[in-house]
């Protein structure tokens, strides 16, 4: 993805809804292949390039930018999305019985989008107050690229390890806190020079 960043920021307000309308397509055809031909597409093959670039475009562009989304509207987006999220999850359990309750969804996407352009609104970067808790949640934010891409390295450790806790937020607490303290480790024990190579800032 950082690859195409040069393009990327030079897109402007058209192209980022396009190709945010892709990735919600895209996202929505992996769903259809792995649920109902029975495929089981591999993650590392629907968790790539054009699933994401919509975010990644929106990121950039608002980030270059001095327009601030209108808070309502992100607001109801990030509503819709979630309620898309929870039906959605009840059609794939309930009429096909497959485990499509968490992962990659376009609903998912839908409210994702929602979020990014909430956190963005002026309204709420008005309000905003930086404090211990928010620095913490912003060095995340900064290393989410190298966080989410060893998250598959430790979840396959621990399934490896057989380790299963009783429920999906411990399972996801726990991958999690190991996921940043390995990037945290990294990021404190190796050479500052060395740190962009593996997408640490």
């Known amino acids: 993805m950082l690859c195409f960043l040069p393009i990327i920021k030079k ?51 608002l980030g270059r930018t001095e327009i601030r989304p209108n808070c309502w509207v992100g607001c109801i987006i990030t509503i819709l999305g979630l309620i898309g999220a929870v039906a959605e999850t009840y059609y794939w359990f309930t009429y096909h019985g497959t485990n499509n309750g968490v992962g990659l969804k376009s609903s998912v996407s839908f409210f994702s989008f ?24 912003e060095w995340c934010g900064v290393q989410s690229m190298p966080i989410y891409l060893s998250h598959m390295l430790i979840l396959f450790i621990i399934n490896y390890m057989g380790i299963q806790l009783m429920t999906w937020f ?28 593996l997408g640490i800032r």
């Open 170 to 197: 411990t399972n996801w607490l726990l991958l999690f806190s190991l996921d940043v303290f390995l990037v945290y480790a990294i990021y404190r024990g190796l050479p500052q020079k060395v740190l962009p190579y």
């Open 11 to 61: 897109v402007r307000f058209v192209g980022v809804v396009l190709l945010s309308v892709i990735s919600i397509i895209i996202t929505f055809v992996w769903t259809m292949v792995n649920h109902t031909t029975g495929l089981h597409v591999p993650l590392i093959v629907y968790c790539s390039f054009p699933t994401y670039i919509g975010y990644f475009a929106l990121g950039c562009y």
């Open 114 to 137: 929602g979020v990014i352009l909430l956190v963005f609104s002026k309204r709420f970067s008005d309000k905003y107050k930086s404090t211990k808790i928010t620095k913490w949640i």
